[in-house]
T-cell receptor
Framework: AQTVTQSQPEMSVQEAETVTLSCTYDTSESDYYLFWYKQPPSRQMILVIRQEAYKQQNATENRFSVNFQKAAKSFSLKISDSQLGDAAMYFC????????????FGTGTRLTIIP | DTGVSQDPRHKITKRGQNVTFRCDPISEHNRLYWYRQTLGQGPEFLTYFQNEAQLEKSRLLSDRFSAERPKGSFSTLEIQRTEQGDSAMYLCAGYRGSGTEAFFGQGTRLTVV
């Protein structure tokens, strides 16, 4: 079974600075997807960024980028130029490439932005 | 807005009572998932529908839980004889077409007292 581990329950960053959230996972599959989801307080969980395992290039979405290390089974999220609206719970999630799309989530990292 | 709505947003019930939650995805969401999220944890998979067919159920889904998706539109999740351990946030997510992005609802927070 796949597992996802987020070892940082809480992180904080000064507004406009850069922060990196860590995620490691365990799987025996060679092809899969990895995601970072953001869950603001009392709001819907939304996708921040996704990475296909077969792609060597790290995904980037505006201020959000990932460092995907397949051999190390590591998938960290870097947020540049942090904004107050980035404050939320961030979940790392894994999905296999076969069968259905059920996601395996980590326990989350609560990110606080300091004005 | 993800287009997925869940009702109610909050539910407080007494132990032993039955509760039912509803999820309304957008019409293009042919696949629908239910997850349960307890305090301090990430969401855990409960069950999955492809249109109206329930194709997989987690071992977390005991006999007291039942889910339906009539006509492949909205979905309901019922919990019979609720227990305190059922207290959690219940999330619904939809997928459209061949997409890989899950669109989540805001969830229903259940408190069993």
């Amino acid at each position: 079974a796949q597992t996802v581990t987020q070892s940082q329950p809480e992180m904080s960053v000064q507004e406009a600075e850069t922060v990196t959230l860590s995620c490691t996972y365990d799987t025996s599959e060679s092809d899969y997807y990895l995601f970072w989801y953001k869950q603001p307080p009392s709001r819907q969980m939304i996708l921040v960024i996704r990475q296909e395992a077969y792609k060597q290039q790290n995904a980037t979405e505006n201020r959000f980028s990932v460092n995907f290390q397949k051999a190390a089974k590591s998938f960290s999220l870097k947020i540049s130029d942090s904004q107050l609206g980035d404050a939320a719970m961030y979940f790392c999630a894994y999905r296999g490439n076969f069968g259905n799309e059920k996601l395996t989530f980590g326990t989350g990292t609560r990110l606080t932005i300091i004005p | 807005d993800t287009g997925v709505s869940q009702d109610p947003r909050h539910k407080i019930t007494k132990r032993g009572q039955n509760v039912t939650f509803r999820c309304d995805p957008i019409s293009e969401h042919n696949r629908l998932y239910w997850y349960r999220q307890t305090l301090g944890q990430g969401p855990e998979f409960l069950t999955y529908f492809q249109n109206e067919a329930q194709l997989e159920k987690s071992r977390l889904l005991s006999d007291r839980f039942s889910a339906e998706r009539p006509k492949g539109s909205f979905s309901t999740l019922e919990i019979q004889r609720t227990e305190q351990g059922d207290s959690a946030m219940y999330l619904c997510a939809g997928y459209r077409g061949s997409g890989t992005e899950a669109f989540f609802g805001q969830g229903t927070r259940l408190t069993v007292v």
